[in-house]
């Protein structure tokens, strides 16, 4: 009964069927959190924990049916780990080989040539949640005085129970999309703590609902312009013969739109994680609730910053901070920044996937953004330009800047977006060369093949 009708739906929306039902399960989480806050908070933990296993199981079979075993085998082999191993390098090293060897092969195994919603999607997010949880149960064993900040606010004293890490793991507002979060937020959540009325469900409604208001607007954006900036246009004759500037203004528009396919999820859900109280983040100065602690996109910030670097730490915050967390700042003993930083970088690409497209990109992504801090240092350094950055003339510069700045993220994300070296170079191939170019390169091809090269008519 389920699958006609959710064929007649996604054929009504013009969506493909998976994206239909991700974008329904992260709407689920909205009348999954009024249940808990009006039925289950103030029931004991295990109740919750038990409410959150069941539901996060719940839409993993209604997305991937049978598949969801994989999040199950690697929950279940993570806590063994933890209850085996003990406070131990070897249970960190153990599960951070076995967590993404696990999701390398699944993604070895179920790779196309384009972006599909299968199991490994949410798998991906699972297994940073896994891999964190034994760095901060290893973290747990140390002295405060050895930890850093950030490392003192996750780690863990006790080991936790095989329901606390079902719970945790299958958590319906971060199970399918994100956002991370530490073990011990989950446990605040579970008795109750993250509330900004102490005994009561957190006044987070009308919070929450500002997060989901401004996910519906970015969706309703990515959906009406998708079709007129699609990734398949790109790899057309049409795109080849089209003049420069018209291929510049394609490029930077298409990364606009598309990547309102991920701001929008992610907003989405962390209005989910709002309305139940994950997103409490205590008070600010001046004594006004903060309810960021799932934000995983700064919106505005994304919106109007002309610099990379900005919309780098605008954008899926938590991932980010989760790899400076676990895997940047663990490399000092590299003794050099920008070795950790490349180390990182590579570490992010294997995590997205096995395609050459993602190496690519956050290859191109170390690159602008030193050269950006570079030339960053050399304004500052210049009176002149200083001046010039501060005089009548700066919102000429700024809209320059931000047209530079977003014709050149776009230019990374099409190899991210396209995935297969055949597909991305032909692009970056039609950039260089134009159409001239490409019909030579043509030519010089089929001579060399001994075939009768005729001339194209345009």
Same mark, same amino acid.
């Given at each position: 009964?389920?699958?006609?009708?959710?064929?007649?739906?996604?054929?009504?929306?013009?969506?493909?069927?998976?994206?239909?039902?991700?974008?329904?399960?992260?709407?689920?989480?909205?009348?999954?959190?009024?249940?808990?806050?009006?039925?289950?908070?103030?029931?004991?933990?295990?109740? *919750?924990?038990? %409410?959150?296993? =069941?539901? #996060?199981?719940? &839409?993993?079979?209604?997305? @991937?049916?049978?598949?969801? !075993?994989?999040?199950?085998?690697?929950?279940?082999?993570?806590?063994?780990?933890?209850?085996?191993?003990?406070?131990?390098?070897?249970?960190?090293?153990?599960?951070?080989?076995?967590?993404?060897?696990?999701?390398?092969?699944?993604?070895?195994?179920?790779?196309?040539?384009?972006?599909?919603?299968?199991?490994?999607?949410?798998?991906?997010?699972?297994?940073?949640?896994?891999?964190?949880?034994?760095?901060?149960?290893?973290?747990?064993?140390?002295?405060?005085?050895?930890?850093?900040?950030?490392?003192?606010?996750?780690?863990?004293?006790?080991?936790?129970?095989?329901?606390? *890490?079902?719970? %945790?793991?299958? =958590?319906? #507002?971060?199970? &399918?999309?994100?956002?991370? @979060?530490?073990?011990?937020? !989950?446990?605040?959540?579970?008795?109750?703590?993250?509330?900004?009325?102490?005994?009561?469900?957190?006044?987070?409604?009308?919070?929450?609902?500002?997060?989901?208001?401004?996910?519906?607007?970015?969706?309703?954006?990515?959906?009406?312009?998708?079709?007129?900036?699609?990734?398949?246009?790109?790899?057309?004759?049409?795109?080849?013969?089209?003049?420069?500037?018209?291929?510049?203004?394609?490029?930077?528009?298409?990364?606009?739109?598309?990547?309102?396919?991920?701001?929008?999820?992610?907003?989405?859900?962390?209005?989910?994680?709002?309305?139940?109280?994950?997103?409490?983040?205590?008070?600010?100065?001046?004594?006004?609730?903060?309810?960021?602690?799932?934000?995983?996109?700064?919106?505005?910030?994304?919106?109007?910053?002309?610099?990379?670097?900005?919309?780098?730490?605008?954008?899926?915050?938590?991932?980010?901070?989760?790899?400076?967390?676990?895997?940047?700042?663990?490399?000092?003993?590299?003794?050099?920044?920008?070795?950790?930083?490349?180390?990182?970088?590579?570490?992010?690409?294997?995590?997205?996937?096995?395609?050459?497209?993602?190496?690519?990109?956050?290859?191109?992504?170390?690159?602008?953004?030193?050269?950006?801090?570079?030339?960053?240092?050399?304004?500052?350094?210049?009176?002149?330009?200083?001046?010039?950055?501060?005089?009548?003339?700066?919102?000429?510069?700024?809209?320059?800047?931000?047209?530079?700045?977003?014709?050149?993220?776009?230019?990374?994300?099409?190899?991210?977006?396209?995935?297969?070296?055949?597909?991305?170079?032909?692009?970056?191939?039609?950039?260089?060369?134009?159409?001239?170019?490409?019909?030579?390169?043509?030519?010089?091809?089929?001579?060399?093949?001994?075939?009768?090269?005729?001339?194209?008519?345009?």
């Amino acid at each position: 009964m389920a699958a006609p009708l959710m064929e007649k739906l996604s054929d009504y929306l013009g969506s493909p069927e998976p994206a239909v039902r991700l974008i329904l399960s992260i709407l689920i989480g909205y009348p999954f959190a009024l249940l808990y806050r009006r039925y289950l908070f103030h029931h004991p933990p295990y109740i *919750v924990h038990l %409410f959150h296993t =069941f539901s #996060g199981l719940g &839409l993993a079979a209604f997305n @991937f049916g049978s598949q969801l !075993y994989h999040s199950a085998v690697c929950i279940v082999v993570q806590f063994l780990l933890l209850r085996l191993m003990g406070r131990t390098v070897t249970a960190v090293l153990s599960s951070f080989l076995f967590q993404m060897m696990y999701l390398m092969f699944g993604y070895y195994y179920t790779a196309t040539d384009q972006y599909d919603i299968k199991w490994t999607m949410p798998h991906c997010v699972l297994a940073l949640k896994l891999v964190g949880l034994s760095f901060d149960f290893y973290d747990g064993g140390k002295e405060a005085s050895q930890l850093s900040a950030d490392q003192q606010k996750g780690a863990l004293s006790t080991v936790p129970s095989l329901l606390e *890490v079902l719970g %945790f793991s299958y =958590f319906y #507002g971060g199970f &399918l999309v994100g956002p991370q @979060f530490t073990l011990r937020s !989950y446990l605040k959540l579970t008795s109750g703590e993250l509330t900004d009325c102490p005994g009561q469900p957190p006044n987070s409604v009308f919070p929450a609902m500002k997060r989901f208001s401004l996910g519906l607007v970015c969706l309703a954006i990515f959906t009406v312009g998708s079709p007129y900036y699609s990734d398949s246009y790109f790899l057309t004759d049409e795109y080849e013969a089209q003049p420069f500037w018209y291929r510049c203004v394609y490029i930077l528009l298409w990364a606009k739109i598309n990547l309102y396919k991920y701001v929008s999820c992610w907003v989405i859900a962390e209005g989910v994680c709002i309305l139940c109280g994950l997103g409490y983040n205590g008070k600010d100065a001046n004594g006004v609730d903060q309810w960021d602690a799932c934000a995983n996109m700064l919106v505005w910030q994304y919106e109007t910053t002309p610099l990379f670097t900005g919309t780098i730490s605008s954008f899926n915050i938590n991932t980010n901070a989760w790899v400076a967390r676990h895997v940047f700042k663990r490399l000092k003993f590299l003794g050099n920044k920008m070795a950790s930083q490349v180390a990182t970088l590579m570490f992010l690409a294997v995590w997205h996937g096995l395609h050459s497209g993602y190496i690519l990109c956050f290859s191109m992504e170390f690159i602008i953004v030193t050269v950006e801090r570079k030339a960053m240092a050399l304004v500052k350094d210049s009176p002149l330009l200083t001046r010039l950055s501060a005089s009548p003339l700066y919102p000429l510069i700024y809209c320059v800047q931000q047209f530079i700045h977003w014709l050149f993220m776009g230019y990374p994300l099409v190899p991210f977006c396209l995935f297969t070296y055949d597909k991305w170079l032909k692009v970056y191939s039609c950039w260089c060369l134009g159409k001239e170019g490409m019909r030579k390169k043509r030519n010089r091809k089929l001579g060399l093949l001994g075939w009768s090269i005729q001339p194209e008519s345009d």
